[in-house]
């Protein structure tokens, strides 16, 4: 590709392309404050954990509640408020590591319960944190090469159903959520992207047990304390927060600054940058690095926690609903996790007009 193809390739003022046309949440009824995990977990020190995560609340499911239900809801929510006409969907991808079952994917039975056109292609992807970014990534490709028009980009995620009651550093952590986002052919841009991944380090975020490699057994449930005291069992997440935190200085920043020559952007230019909502430490540390200016960040962590593949669309929207995200402006999403798997892209922001 010659120099002059490569920079029409990164215009960011594209107008022919995929935009997000608008997004929807939901979250399940129960909300766990800190208080309530101080007093079934006194010896937790939550006010001290707190200081580190950034998580005042958080929301979890039910026994009965699933990815499949939380991320339904978000759509019908989506549909519902837009008036759009659910027959116009050609594509729905559902980004989740807790589906309902191991086969057949969650978009297929989300087909089904939204009632979409059996002309839909529907198809899962398993990332976790990077999942939204990485869900633009492909329904901006559909788009772009012609095989979609009207892409449903659905996350959601029940981590609390993996996390064990007695592990301080998942537990007081992660929320359950679930976003629709409704990507369209047309003016906007969303891109480029810079994507990462690193396979090597997956033991740093993951879960040991439950599938082909090391199937649920009498063994893999039985209940361990580590070195810090918490108690989880080998079906149960098992995160080592320090090298997360480690993997996220070493690779976001460069993964950005890398971003933002190829588009030939600054910081400067950017309106609004948004980081997926890990963690108060790991936030403070990016917003160091990358000196992003404290007008063109918004979070809402202390409410919702970490709520993996679904913290960028809520946090968006949210955003938006605080009227910091508007029309015209220039956005930064930033995502990183399991994986280890890292993602970034650029957006031009757009609104429909549903009335």
């Known amino acids: 590709m010659d120099q002059e193809a490569d920079s029409r390739m990164l215009d960011f003022s594209d107008v022919q392309g995929a935009y997000i046309a608008d997004i929807e949440y939901i979250v399940p009824a129960n909300v766990v404050t800190n208080a309530d995990l101080a007093a079934a977990h006194p010896e937790w020190q939550i006010e001290n954990v707190a200081e580190r995560t950034g998580v005042y609340s958080r929301y979890w499911c039910d026994a009965q509640t699933t990815a499949l239900d939380l991320g339904e809801r978000a759509c019908r929510r989506l549909l519902e408020r837009t008036g759009f006409d659910a027959a116009r969907i050609d594509t729905v991808v559902f980004c989740t590591q807790t589906p309902d079952y191991p086969m057949p994917p969650n978009a297929c039975l989300l087909q089904a319960r939204l009632g979409l056109p059996t002309t839909v292609a529907a198809f899962d992807i398993s990332l976790a944190c990077s999942g939204f970014v990485y869900g633009l990534y492909i329904a901006k490709s559909l788009v772009i090469g012609g095989q979609a028009s009207n892409v449903l980009l ?46 090597a380090r997956a ?153």
């Open 154 to 199: 659905v996350t959601a995620e029940t981590y609390s159903k993996r996390t064990h009651p007695g592990d301080r550093g998942t537990r007081t952590l992660f929320g359950d959520g679930g976003a629709c986002t409704l990507v369209r052919k047309g003016r906007g841009t969303i891109g480029p992207f810079r994507l990462g991944t690193d396979g």
């Open 203 to 355: 033991q740093c975020f993951y879960v040991p047990a439950g599938g082909a490699r090391q199937p649920a057994s009498e063994a893999t449930s039985r209940l361990e304390q580590d070195q810090n005291g918490n108690m989880r069992t080998a079906e149960h997440i098992v995160m080592q927060g320090a090298a997360v935190l480690d993997f996220v200085k070493r690779e976001v920043p460069g993964m950005v600054r890398d971003l933002l020559r190829d588009a030939d952007i600054t910081m400067e230019s950017l309106d609004l940058v948004l980081l997926h909502q890990a963690s108060k430490v790991t936030l403070d540390c990016l917003y160091s690095a990358l000196r992003i200016p404290v007008t063109k960040r918004f979070s809402d962590l202390a409410r919702f926690g970490n709520t993996v593949s679904a913290s960028l669309p809520i946090v968006m929207r949210n955003a938006q609903l605080a009227g910091v995200l508007r029309p015209g402006m220039k956005v930064l999403a930033v995502s990183f996790g399991v994986g280890l798997s890292w993602g970034s892209c650029l957006i031009e922001w757009r609104e429909d007009s549903w009335k």
